[in-house]
């Protein structure tokens, strides 16, 4: 149980990783608020609800779309209201509609760094206000990518919004440092999830991500609980700053 007593905010929880996550941190003892788009079925979230409340943990849900600026500072103050607080906040929510670069739709382009960055920007913001104001640290997590440190064609609106939650969780481990607010990065390879079942649904573009994979398999959403459940807890306490790559070793497989 490294989660004990900790309350956990996470957005995109409704599927993917940040559903694997949620369950992860309460399965090691956290109280959950669950943020997501509100577009998920609400059998999807009742059963995620139940599976937590089976654990003995409180859990609480909440809708609103995260490009909205103030849809962060809002998941906060139901955390606040329904959990007591915020200990761990781990914005995952995240968007990525494949699209070639030459004629990238605007509305596709700002949609994509709307969703990913300014909208996490400002849900890390209030985490952050939050925890100064209980005035005992916390842990904040940005849910970046591989894609933060290589290109993809097709990916040419979302690769920049990846780097750019690495850096910001690199610009608040100086800034929220003093507070003891820890402030670090996972980078997920390539996990089998919703965002990306229409891509990996052709044959090709499957084998070759599975083949430059040394661990030989694609990533599951549970592959990223234990890196999560990790910086969350108090293990990290010296950990901020850092990111953490979960890619099965495909980003250092040169040749
Ligand atoms: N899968 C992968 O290979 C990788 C994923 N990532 C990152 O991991 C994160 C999670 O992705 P993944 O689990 O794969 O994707 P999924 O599509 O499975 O889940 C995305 C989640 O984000 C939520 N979401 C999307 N748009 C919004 C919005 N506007 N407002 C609020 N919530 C929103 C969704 O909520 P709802 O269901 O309500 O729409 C859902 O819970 C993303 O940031 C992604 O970039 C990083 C590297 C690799
Ligand atoms: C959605 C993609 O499959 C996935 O997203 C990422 O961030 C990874 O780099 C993969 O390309």
């Known amino acids: 149980m490294l989660l004990a007593g900790k309350r956990v905010v996470i957005t995109g929880a409704s599927r993917g990783i940040g559903r694997a ?6 399965r090691h003892g956290a109280d959950v608020m669950l943020g997501h788009s509100g577009r998920s079925s609400a059998d999807d979230i009742l059963t ?24 962060g500072a809002a998941l ?23 699209h070639a670069f030459l004629d ?3 509305e596709t382009y700002y949609r994509t760094v709307n969703t990913n960055l300014n909208g996490a920007y400002f849900a890390v913001q209030a985490a952050a206000r939050q925890m100064q104001q209980q005035g005992e640290g916390g842990a904040i997590i940005a849910v970046s990518s591989i894609s933060a440190l290589v290109g993809g064609g097709m990916q040419t609106h979302y690769t920049p919004t990846k780097a750019g939650l690495l850096s910001l ?7 929220l440092g003093p507070l003891g607010i820890r402030c670090n990065a996972l980078l997920p390879g390539t996990i089998e999830t919703d965002i990306n079942r229409e891509d990996l649904a052709d044959p090709h573009k499957r084998s070759t991500m599975q083949n430059r994979i040394p661990l030989g398999r694609l990533g599951q959403p549970e592959d990223l609980v234990g890196p999560a459940v990790f910086l ?12 953490l790559l979960v890619d099965g070793g495909m980003y250092v497989n040169l040749q």
């Not at 996550?21 to 309460?26: N, P, Q, T, V």
């Not at 969350?232 to 990111?243: F, I, M, N, W």
């Open 21 to 26: 996550i949620a369950l992860g941190c309460a």
């Open 48 to 71: 995620l609800r139940h599976q937590i409340e089976v654990l003995g943990r409180k859990v609480a849900d909440q809708a609103g779309d995260i490009g909205d600026p103030d849809t």
């Open 76 to 98: 906060i103050a139901m955390a606040v209201e329904q959990l007591g607080g915020v200990d761990v906040f781990i914005s995952n929510a995240g968007i990525c509609p494949f």
């Open 104 to 106: 990238m739709p605007q």
């Open 169 to 175: 969780m690199q610009s608040c481990a100086i800034a």
């Open 232 to 243: 969350a807890s108090d293990l990290a306490r010296y950990v901020t700053g850092a990111s």
